[in-house]
């Protein structure tokens, strides 16, 4: 008898072990390189009634909309947002020119409570625009040419740093008893047997890097959640995985996603240089007619400059390296006169959707959706992501909170499903800026530089995004890189230390850190492919285009062969090797929570 | 119930780049991330496993300075500390103050045992543990490596990392022991610790209703950076790198 109370419960531990079902975890015995099988461990499970993966401005949007209902309405619903970067903002990075029209609708009273003492008097927005300015940059010379109608920012929007922003949306989202918690990283979806999302494991702490587990193990939690949001950024890795699982891209009929790295630095300069609130965004050299992309200068307050360059990822030369094409931007007269005798205070890089409405997959899924621009609402010939993205924070915010009420009140407990995000979504302003900019973009990939704008001032001025043609994305970003022996090498000159550096210096700069003995986060589907397809037939472009050195070809001491040396405690989070990989063989997962740059003022 | 007392310090984070202010008067920490000081983690993690193995049966960690040093007690209720203390005050403290005001919360607490970090990484000081142990007339064992408890014999063997290597101390309790980089490996915060010590108190209290002045008695004049270290440069023959000794650097 006592022998089946002891088999009954083990019964049990195991139904419940078995009600999640996943692909790496604890819970499963683990071979260490010694070979022994160490015991698995159930992992604890955390409740809540909504859980958002990334601490971003649509997550952390989703999270204050949803308290701000639950206040109104006086319930009592739990929700937690995790970062994976090492406090709030660490891992946010954008140019930033911000339009406040979502901020508006999350606080409509800020502007008149930014008074000493008042609810808004620290909100980091304190620089407006205050011109505008549009330049065609060849090797020496600028031309200044009309300013687009989407790059009119005078008077309306405001420069600040996102990075800034999102820590008080933090702090203000914490004040309203959301549970942020930094340093957790969001490890794999967790599944119910009816193929609905219940909620994410976060990693477990504490494995080294040949998978033994440290003195310092801790396991993760498994984050259960009667609805997850997803707002992981550009190619959010728990946001690809949903994308395979549930077919997203297919069932909406989308586009594949277009991508481009940015590369940005924040610059301390000389008074004399200094214009705050000028913006200018600049198209042409250093990048060729083929080349899509545009650098920025913006100036915000107190001596700081906000520069970058922004590279689209279907450049089809394999020796391309956007950190070098942005050195070389930094050496144009334009840009040198206003940063030369100054400091550089950080440096990052991040990839952003180019895609637009054309590659937005389904919204929605059984337990989850995805927000910001996991899903990809950024409006390219605006390069403005943060407005729609907040927006999107805040709709799913109200359909989760208006669903959990119904079920609620109905009793019924179980993963929800939002109905109306993706309907909502549809008739907002959201996507009517898309709709009107959608096919300003593929112009460009299609037609080069001057026919893309030729067709960009069509699509703007003449039609004004009522054409009834949608350009599509013929083809995925890393689909277009061709071979190296049809390509000559791009060569690319020394960095001279004072206003162009190395990727090492560069990469001091951002602040980026990880644990280095834990197992390395980048996976090889084929170890042996760098080596046979990567080096031979592209010149290993992941050397060329990953702007923290992590990838490196090194001779190997036996062979003498070139061998792919991976330093993965580099690792900027951008993306760029999960979405330019010829053969898609990277695969970008999620490393020990905390570790990733320290962006502060990107 | 003996408890035992860790003092924890916000710091500018140990991976942070850190800036001068314009007018040279400090370390602009504008947009700066703060942490626990790495030393006083790895004080509070030996606390956590004292009180695991038994030797001690409450830790209580205390943290002086303004509002935001509360986030450095939660984090150290979320290792697992029990409770927290903090002195709540806006002025700069020096390390003399700081171990005045740990010396009077221990004549109040009564602790077996005040576990600090060696230094904090901001002011390298290097001195409070020192300090504490003299107001209070305690034995001191700096730089712990090791450390074990006889609770019976009411005394504690700690390792210490000298430059000649390591020596090795017997002391009475109560005593201060201040902690070094090998001693071990803190713990890391579990979610559901997060969440728990958010439950946890936080007892408030000030300089004045402990009785202790803490005017500052120094006065920063200037903080300036280090000079750029200039480039080296490669030569070709022992002769000339004696010519550049003699003629450039002067030294021979």
Same mark, same amino acid.
């Given at each position: 008898?006592?022998?089946?109370?002891?088999?009954?419960?083990?019964?049990?531990?195991?139904?419940?072990?078995?009600?999640?079902?996943?692909l790496?975890s604890?819970?499963?015995?683990?071979a260490?390189?010694t070979?022994?099988?160490?015991?698995a461990?159930?992992?604890?499970?955390?409740?809540?009634?909504?859980c /958002?993966?990334?601490?971003?401005?649509?997550?952390?949007?989703?999270?204050i909309?949803?308290?701000?209902l639950?206040?109104?309405?006086?319930?009592?619903?739990?929700?937690?947002?995790?970062?994976?970067?090492?406090?709030?903002?660490?891992?946010?990075?954008?140019?930033?020119?911000?339009?406040?029209?979502?901020?508006?609708?999350?606080?409509?009273?800020?502007?008149e409570q930014?008074?000493e003492?008042?609810a808004?008097?620290?909100?980091p927005?304190?620089?407006?625009?205050?011109?505008d300015?549009?330049?065609?940059?060849?090797?020496?010379?600028?031309?200044?040419?009309p300013n687009?109608?989407?790059?009119?920012?005078?008077?309306?929007?405001? #420069?600040?740093?996102? &990075?800034e922003?999102?820590?008080?949306l933090?702090?203000?989202?914490?004040?309203?008893?959301?549970?942020?918690?930094p340093?957790?990283?969001?490890?794999?979806?967790?599944?119910?047997?009816?193929?609905?999302?219940?909620?994410?494991?976060t990693?477990?702490?504490?494995?080294?890097?040949?998978?033994?587990?440290k003195?310092?193990?801790?396991?993760?939690?498994?984050?259960?959640?009667?609805?997850?949001?997803?707002?992981?950024?550009?190619?959010?890795?728990?946001?690809?995985?949903?994308?395979?699982?549930?077919?997203?891209?297919e069932?909406?009929?989308?586009?594949?996603?277009?991508?481009?790295?940015?590369?940005?630095?924040v610059?301390?300069?000389?008074?004399?240089?200094?214009?705050?609130?000028?913006?200018?965004?600049?198209?042409?050299?250093?990048?060729?007619?083929?080349?899509?992309?545009?650098g920025?200068?913006?100036? $915000?307050?107190?001596?700081?400059?906000?520069?970058?360059?922004?590279?689209?990822?279907?450049?089809?030369?394999?020796?391309?390296?956007?950190?070098?094409?942005?050195?070389?931007?930094?050496?144009h007269?334009?840009?040198?006169?206003?940063?030369?005798?100054?400091?550089?205070l950080?440096?990052?890089?991040?990839?952003?959707?180019?895609g637009?409405?054309?590659?937005?997959?389904?919204?929605?899924?059984?337990?989850?959706?995805?927000?910001?621009?996991?899903?990809?609402?950024?409006?390219?010939?605006?390069?403005?992501?943060?407005?729609?993205?907040?927006?999107?924070?805040?709709?799913?915010?109200?359909?989760?909170?208006?669903?959990l009420?119904?079920?609620?009140?109905?009793?019924?407990?179980?993963?929800?499903?939002l109905?109306?995000?993706?309907?909502?979504?549809?008739? &907002?302003?959201?996507?009517?800026?898309?709709?009107?900019?959608?096919?300003?973009?593929?112009?460009?990939?299609?037609?080069?530089?001057w026919?893309?704008?030729?067709?960009?001032?069509?699509?703007?001025?003449?039609?004004?995004?009522?054409?009834?043609?949608?350009l599509?994305?013929?083809?995925?970003?890393?689909?277009?890189?061709?071979?190296a022996?049809?390509?000559?090498?791009?060569?690319?000159?020394?960095?001279?230390?004072?206003?162009?550096?190395?990727?090492?210096?560069?990469l001091?700069?951002?602040?980026?850190n990880?644990?280095?003995?834990?197992?390395?986060?980048?996976v090889?589907?084929?170890?042996?492919?760098?080596?046979?397809v990567?080096?031979?037939?592209?010149?290993?472009?992941?050397?060329?285009?990953?702007p923290?050195?992590?990838y490196?070809?090194?001779?190997?001491?036996?062979?003498?062969?070139?061998?792919?040396?991976?330093?993965?405690?580099?690792?900027l989070?951008?993306?760029?090797c999960?979405?330019?990989?010829?053969?898609?063989? /990277?695969?970008?997962?999620?490393?020990?929570g905390?570790?990733?740059?320290?962006?502060?003022?990107? | $119930?003996?408890?035992?007392?860790?003092?924890?310090?916000?710091?500018?984070?140990?991976n942070?780049?850190?800036?001068?202010?314009?007018?040279?008067?400090?370390?602009?920490?504008?947009?700066?991330?703060?942490?626990?000081?790495?030393f006083?983690?790895?004080?509070?993690?030996?606390?956590?496993?004292?009180?695991?193995?038994?030797?001690?049966?409450?830790?209580?960690?205390?943290?002086?300075?303004?509002?935001?040093?509360?986030?450095?007690?939660?984090?150290?209720?979320a290792?697992g500390a029990?409770r927290? /203390?903090?002195?709540s005050?806006?002025?700069?403290?020096?390390?003399?103050?700081?171990?005045?005001l740990?010396a009077?919360?221990?004549?109040?607490?009564?602790?077996?045992?005040c576990?600090?970090?060696?230094?904090? #990484?901001?002011?390298?000081?290097?001195q409070?543990?020192?300090?504490l142990?003299?107001?209070?007339?305690?034995?001191?064992?700096t730089?712990?490596?090791?450390?074990e408890?006889?609770?019976?014999?009411?005394?504690?063997?700690?390792t210490?990392?000298?430059?000649?290597?390591?020596?090795t101390?017997?002391?009475?309790?109560?005593?201060?022991?201040?902690?070094?980089?090998?001693?071990?490996?803190?713990?890391?915060?579990?979610?559901?610790?997060?969440?728990?010590?958010?439950?946890?108190?936080?007892?408030?209290?000030?300089?004045?209703?402990?009785?202790v002045?803490v005017?500052?008695q120094l006065?920063?004049?200037?903080?300036?950076?280090?000079?750029?270290r200039?480039?080296?440069?490669?030569?070709?023959?022992?002769?000339?790198?004696?010519?550049?000794?003699?003629?450039?650097?002067?030294?021979?």
């Amino acid at each position: 008898m006592f022998g089946l109370g002891l088999l009954a419960r083990a019964a049990r531990q195991h139904q419940l072990q078995c009600t999640v079902s996943r692909l790496f975890s604890s819970c499963r015995p683990l071979a260490a390189a010694t070979g022994a099988v160490q015991q698995a461990q159930p992992r604890e499970q955390l409740q809540y009634d909504l859980c /958002i993966v990334g601490a971003g401005p649509a997550g952390l949007s989703a999270a204050i909309r949803f308290k701000q209902l639950c206040k109104e309405d006086n319930r009592d619903l739990s929700v937690c947002v995790i970062e994976k970067g090492s406090e709030v903002g660490a891992h946010i990075l954008s140019g930033n020119v911000f339009e406040p029209r979502a901020l508006d609708e999350l606080f409509p009273k800020w502007s008149e409570q930014q008074g000493e003492g008042q609810a808004f008097a620290d909100l980091p927005l304190r620089q407006k625009a205050t011109a505008d300015r549009f330049y065609m940059l060849t090797q020496g010379s600028s031309i200044r040419l009309p300013n687009p109608p989407q790059m009119k920012n005078r008077g309306k929007n405001y #420069i600040i740093s996102l &990075s800034e922003l999102t820590r008080w949306l933090a702090k203000h989202a914490e004040e309203q008893g959301v549970d942020v918690f930094p340093g957790f990283a969001g490890k794999e979806v967790l599944y119910d047997w009816h193929n609905a999302v219940v909620g994410v494991a976060t990693g477990d702490m504490g494995i080294a890097k040949d998978g033994s587990r440290k003195p310092s193990y801790t396991p993760g939690v498994d984050l259960m959640a009667r609805l997850t949001l997803f707002g992981e950024g550009a190619r959010g890795s728990l946001s690809q995985s949903l994308m395979q699982h549930y077919g997203l891209r297919e069932a909406a009929g989308a586009s594949p996603q277009t991508y481009a790295l940015g590369l940005k630095e924040v610059w301390e300069v000389p008074e004399e240089q200094h214009q705050p609130g000028l913006v200018v965004h600049t198209v042409g050299y250093p990048l060729d007619n083929s080349t899509y992309g545009g650098g920025w200068i913006y100036h $915000m307050e107190g001596r700081r400059v906000s520069l970058g360059l922004v590279v689209g990822l279907d450049y089809a030369n394999p020796s391309l390296s956007p950190y070098q094409e942005f050195q070389a931007f930094k050496r144009h007269p334009l840009v040198a006169a206003t940063i030369v005798g100054g400091t550089c205070l950080q440096y990052g890089a991040r990839s952003l959707n180019e895609g637009g409405l054309q590659s937005i997959p389904k919204l929605a899924f059984p337990g989850g959706a995805l927000i910001g621009c996991s899903a990809g609402f950024l409006n390219t010939p605006k390069i403005k992501g943060t407005h729609t993205a907040m927006k999107s924070g805040i709709v799913a915010g109200e359909e989760a909170f208006r669903a959990l009420g119904l079920a609620d009140d109905a009793g019924k407990k179980g993963p929800i499903t939002l109905r109306n995000y993706a309907d909502r979504m549809e008739v &907002s302003w959201v996507y009517q800026e898309l709709e009107r900019a959608r096919n300003i973009r593929p112009g460009f990939s299609k037609w080069g530089l001057w026919g893309g704008m030729a067709n960009a001032a069509l699509s703007t001025y003449l039609l004004r995004g009522r054409e009834p043609w949608t350009l599509k994305h013929r083809h995925a970003d890393h689909e277009a890189t061709k071979l190296a022996r049809d390509w000559p090498p791009k060569d690319y000159p020394k960095p001279d230390g004072v206003t162009t550096f190395d990727i090492p210096t560069s990469l001091y700069r951002s602040g980026t850190n990880h644990n280095h003995d834990q197992p390395p986060h980048l996976v090889l589907a084929d170890p042996g492919l760098p080596e046979v397809v990567n080096h031979p037939q592209y010149g290993g472009p992941e050397a060329k285009y990953c702007p923290a050195g992590v990838y490196e070809y090194a001779a190997d001491e036996a062979s003498g062969r070139p061998r792919l040396v991976i330093n993965a405690q580099n690792c900027l989070h951008c993306k760029a090797c999960s979405i330019k990989d010829p053969r898609q063989n /990277i695969t970008w997962t999620v490393p020990e929570g905390g570790g990733g740059p320290n962006y502060t003022i990107m | $119930m003996s408890k035992v007392l860790v003092a924890v310090k916000r710091v500018i984070d140990y991976n942070a780049r850190v800036r001068i202010k314009p007018d040279k008067s400090g370390v602009d920490l504008t947009n700066v991330k703060m942490s626990m000081n790495p030393f006083c983690e790895i004080a509070v993690e030996e606390a956590l496993r004292l009180r695991e193995s038994k030797a001690v049966d409450e830790v209580v960690a205390v943290s002086l300075g303004p509002q935001q040093v509360q986030e450095t007690l939660r984090t150290a209720l979320a290792m697992g500390a029990d409770r927290a /203390i903090h002195v709540s005050t806006e002025q700069q403290l020096e390390p003399l103050a700081v171990a005045k005001l740990l010396a009077a919360l221990a004549r109040r607490e009564q602790p077996l045992l005040c576990l600090l970090g060696k230094q904090a #990484i901001d002011g390298d000081n290097n001195q409070t543990g020192q300090m504490l142990a003299g107001l209070l007339s305690w034995p001191q064992a700096t730089f712990a490596s090791k450390v074990e408890l006889d609770k019976a014999a009411g005394s504690a063997k700690v390792t210490r990392e000298v430059d000649g290597g390591l020596e090795t101390l017997s002391c009475q309790l109560p005593a201060v022991i201040t902690t070094d980089l090998r001693l071990n490996e803190p713990r890391y915060a579990t979610l559901p610790n997060i969440m728990k010590a958010k439950k946890k108190s936080i007892a408030k209290l000030t300089p004045q209703e402990l009785g202790v002045d803490v005017t500052q008695q120094l006065v920063t004049l200037q903080v300036e950076e280090p000079a750029q270290r200039k480039g080296g440069v490669v030569l070709g023959s022992v002769a000339q790198l004696v010519e550049k000794l003699h003629k450039e650097a002067k030294v021979i």
